[in-house]
């Protein structure tokens, strides 16, 4: 019996040894991704060029913990369209890349691979920033994102005798604005800092203000996919409502809002306004002089806002590649999930990316952001960027910088008439000069 053994481990030590024999040093690229398919692998096209040494990093600690390759290819700034079609072409393409907005949908959806039901689904706190095809295919899921919203200086709300969490809908933010508003002079500072409509500052009306009208029409329309041809400007008198709120309770006429030259940021970084609207970009700036800023939702009247978060939106979203193998499938899936669940991980990315909207992913370190991320967590709807369906956004915008600041020289019902006119005709006009 012992020597029937001996001879049967001696014949599978030879099959061994002309199998290795079989093997030179000509390997092919087909033995390579043969090798490969035990465990996959993983080719990551960034979209996001200022975060590629932490990517790199992240991609080198999955590989050293797991074994699997994970390669990091940034597409230079501007370039990720045209990088994605050239990539996408070669013989080893990405297995996971950006599909970002719903033009991408268009062109890339035949590629993505239905995430709907994945462990990566599974592993999102919110559904706010997927992307579907025509057909309800889930072609790519957001791993980042931006907010907007007004920033509040917490410590000038306590010496007012208010604070952040009194402020609850319109009706609460009002009454706190106009309340400093009208004792600024005894307080030393004002509610709204400066409200320019110069280029550096009218997209904060013309763009992300405006957004309020945009994001409520859609909801009512059931969720745009595309550009709609025309609005019906049923949320004007809420975009109006808190337009008048900051132009009329800020640190600067509004006669004076035309020609610009105010320092918004400044002024609420010096203590001289409570109120700046803007965006999670300027957490940075603003955190040097008010560690303990934060940010609330557009509150403009409208039913129900008791529950609205912030403007939340991204183009960095994750999609599989759906004409990869299945090994590299799996490989790049389990990689996505351990980005958004291991600490190590999901901190360099966040500290990164700014937030990531995954259940298990670490806290942002952007005030801002985790503000946006709580109000989601409490169950408040997200602001969608609707904004981003403006069409001939350039010419549109102008109309509407042109019309409001007549509206701020006076502040008259027919220049409001204007401003409706701008604001909804605008968008018709530009929609059917941009589509002939």
């Not at 509004?254 to 610009?260: E, Y």
């Amino acid at each position: 019996m012992k020597k029937l053994f001996a001879i049967l481990l001696s014949a599978v030590l030879c099959i061994g040894l002309f199998a290795a024999c079989g093997t030179t040093d000509d390997t092919t690229a087909a033995d390579d991704s043969n090798s490969a398919e035990a465990t996959g692998s993983v080719y990551w096209l960034n979209f996001k060029p200022e975060s590629d040494e932490v990517l790199q990093q992240v991609a080198a600690m999955y590989t050293e913990k797991t074994g699997v390759e994970v390669k990091v290819v940034t597409a230079a700034s501007g370039t990720y369209s045209q990088t994605l079609t050239s990539e996408m072409d070669k013989s080893a393409p990405p297995t996971l890349f950006v599909i970002g907005n719903q033009a991408g949908v268009k062109d890339w959806a035949d590629y993505a691979l239905d995430l709907t039901g994945t462990a990566i689904e599974q592993e999102l706190n919110t559904d706010a920033y997927n992307l579907y095809a025509e057909d309800g295919k889930l072609v790519s899921i957001g791993y980042c994102f931006e907010c907007y919203g007004i920033i509040v200086n917490p410590d000038l709300l306590t010496k007012a005798g208010h604070s952040v969490e009194e402020i609850k809908n319109f009706e609460t933010l009002k009454a706190v604005v106009e309340d400093i508003h009208a004792r600024a002079a005894e307080l030393g500072f004002d509610a709204f800092s400066a409200c320019d409509m110069d280029d550096s500052s009218s997209w904060r009306f013309t763009g992300h203000l405006a957004n309020l009208e945009y994001f409520y029409e859609e909801r009512d329309d059931g969720g745009w996919t595309e550009c709609p041809a025309s609005l019906k400007g049923t949320y004007m008198e809420n975009f109006k409502n808190l337009y008048d709120l900051c132009i009329n309770n800020s640190t600067q006429d509004p006669t004076s809002l035309a020609t610009g030259g105010h320092d918004s940021e400044a002024e609420f970084k010096e203590g001289k306004a409570a109120f700046f609207v803007n965006g999670s970009w300027e957490y940075s700036a603003v955190s040097e002089t008010v560690p303990n800023a934060t940010m609330i939702p557009y509150y403009c009247g409208v039913e129900g806002e008791e529950k609205a978060g912030l403007n939340c939106g991204t183009e960095n979203c994750w999609a599989i590649n759906a004409k990869a193998s299945e090994e590299d499938q799996k490989a790049t899936m389990d990689f996505m999930v351990w980005c958004v669940t291991d600490p190590e991980a999901s901190r360099l990315l966040v500290d990164s990316f700014g937030v990531m909207p995954y259940k298990n992913a670490v806290e942002s370190t952007n005030g801002f952001l985790a503000a946006a991320d709580k109000y989601t967590a409490d169950g408040c709807y997200v602001m969608d960027w609707a904004t981003n369906y403006q069409p001939n956004v350039d010419t549109y915008r102008a109309g509407l910088v042109s019309a409001l600041n007549a509206y701020n020289s006076d502040q008259s019902d027919a220049n409001w008439e204007s401003v409706r006119v701008a604001f909804v005709d605008g968008w018709a006009a530009q929609y059917a000069a941009a589509n002939n």
